[in-house]
């Protein structure tokens, strides 16, 4: 796939907008950039994730508080003022590890994933998603560190929909293509690309991983846009 913009983001789904922003913008200093309405009913603020997106999908409806845990399990932010890793649970109970720039690899943030078979995993980072592995069970996705480990805790293909981390979008410079190239691989697809999904101006398209955790493939009209701007100037 080719990237329009390196770095994964995190999409997230809450009830409590005041409190999660609370956590995320003024006790993480995590930067609000954008505000806007994806669907109805669900309020998006975007906060800056060292370059990356975090997703605060604040939605309406009463969400689910107790659901089958797989997936995004915690988020580690890289921190300056950090000498080693603090925990920390924002407002819903989702799990964020500050750590020291360079730990484990990780100089701006990572994700780790609770999969319930690693080597089918090592099968979808290194062979469908064709990611760069950097170590045990750790690849690197478009300058994001991921990581996985085993955990009998974990319902494959469950119904996740609830507050919590709920789905990693890539931003690509050609959904569709890369949609195509990845069913090709063997992806399990869960929607089409199409700009029809939300009410953004974005094509996205949806796959599984191999627990049935949500991959979301996006073509952001702005971010192609800087992207082929930045190619041209360095072949002129």
């Not at 469908?128 to 996985?148: E, M």
């Not at 796959?207 to 002129?236: C, F, W």
Request: charged letters at 20%; proline letters at 6%; hydrophobic letters at 35%.
């Amino acid at each position: 796939m080719e990237y329009s913009r390196p770095q994964i983001d995190l999409g997230l789904l809450t009830n409590q907008k005041e409190a999660m922003l609370s956590f995320w913008h003024q006790t993480l200093g995590l930067d609000i950039t954008q505000e806007l309405h994806p669907a109805e009913g669900v309020c998006q603020y975007k906060l800056d994730l060292c370059g990356a997106v975090l997703k605060l999908n604040c939605v309406e409806m009463n969400l689910p508080s107790q659901r089958p845990l797989n997936g995004i399990r915690m988020l580690l932010l890289a921190k300056d003022d950090i000498d080693s890793p603090r925990h920390l649970q924002d407002p819903d109970g989702n799990l964020v590890c500050l750590v020291p720039p360079g730990y484990s690899g990780i100089q701006n943030y990572g994700i780790h994933m609770a999969v319930s078979d690693e080597a089918t995993f090592e099968q979808f980072y290194g062979e469908i998603l064709q990611l760069t592995k950097i170590g045990d069970r750790t690849y690197d996705w478009a300058g994001t560190i991921v990581s996985f480990a085993w955990s009998p805790e974990v319902q494959p293909n469950a119904d996740t929909t609830g507050i919590g981390y709920y789905y990693l979008t890539t931003q690509v410079v050609d959904t569709v293509s890369a949609h195509e190239k990845l069913m090709l691989r063997g992806a399990r697809e869960l929607a089409t690309p199409s700009d029809q999904h939300t009410n953004t101006d974005s094509i996205i398209s949806f796959i599984l991983d191999p627990d049935g955790n949500r991959v979301e493939i996006s073509q952001r009209p702005d971010l192609v846009a800087h992207h082929l701007n930045t190619l041209r100037g360095k072949t002129t």
